[in-house]
T-cell receptor, first 115, second 115 residues
Framework: AQSVTQLDSHVSVSEGTPVLLRCNYS??????LFWYVQHPNKGLQLLLK??????LVKGINGFEAEFKKSETSFHLTKPSAHMSDAAEYFC?????????????FGTGTRLLVSP | KAGVTQTPRYLIKTRGQQVTLSCSPI?????VSWYQQTPGQGLQFLFE???????NKGNFPGRFSGRQFSNSRSEMNVSTLELGDSALYLC??????????????FGPGTRLLVL
């Protein structure tokens, strides 16, 4: 079965500084990988997804992620944080290994942005 | 285009009761997935329906069930409620199966409190 590990439960940055949210995955197949964001009391919104096309994926709101097969990583980055980026971020992998195709969510990383 | 809608948004039930949650997908989407989100367990996949058939199922007891109608609307039912069922229940819709790399669009969720 596939799995995903978000290496940090909380990340704190100052407004205007870079953001790095780390995600490692485990997969026996060629995975599909996603990043979702959840603002307080709201549903999840797709930031970006990787489906075996370009390894550098650009998403909404200035976020991007790079698929690195050799490192089994899919880290999310943004050059300059904004106060509105404060939210919880989930790394997600598609699971095709068990005969069931479903999404497996990481435990989430809470991004805190200070002025 | 209207987004995913879920009703009701909030529910309070007592142990032993049953509850039915409803989800209306984005027009044209044929897949509906259900997730449970709790602080302790994070986001966990419940099941996915596509064209009125359950295609994938997570590791939840049989008290959790669902169905999908011909218009793609879906309902989730939980019988014999337990305190641990208190959670945010999220519904997501997509054009095709979630595990095949389709983008999922999430509703705002139904917050269930079991007393």
């Amino acid at each position: 079965a596939q799995s995903v590990t978000q290496l940090d439960s909380h990340v704190s940055v100052s407004e205007g500084t870079p953001v790095l949210l780390r995600c490692n995955y485990s997969s026996s197949y060629s995975p599909s990988l996603f990043w979702y964001v959840q603002h307080p009391n709201k549903g999840l919104q797709l930031l970006l997804k990787y489906t075996s096309a370009a390894t550098l994926v650009k998403g909404i709101n200035g976020f991007e992620a790079e698929f690195k097969k050799s490192e089994t990583s899919f880290h999310l980055t943004k050059p300059s944080a904004h106060m509105s980026d404060a939210a919880e971020y989930f790394c997600v992998v598609s699971d095709r290994g068990t005969g069931f195709q479903k999404l497996v969510f990481g435990t989430g990383t809470r991004l805190l942005v200070s002025p | 285009k209207a987004g995913v809608t879920q009703t009701p948004r909030y529910l309070i039930k007592t142990r032993g009761q049953q509850v039915t949650l409803s989800c209306s997908p984005i027009s044209g989407h044929r897949s509906v997935s259900w997730y449970q989100q709790t602080p302790g367990q994070g986001l966990q996949f419940l099941f996915e329906y596509f064209s009125e058939t359950q295609r994938n199922k997570g590791n939840f007891p049989g008290r959790f069930s669902g169905r999908q109608f011909s218009n793609s609307r879906s309902e989730m039912n939980v019988s014999t409620l337990e305190l641990g069922d208190s959670a945010l229940y999220l519904c997501a819709s997509s054009l095709g199966l979630a595990g095949e790399g389709e983008t999922q669009y999430f509703g705002p969720g139904t917050r269930l409190l079991v007393l």
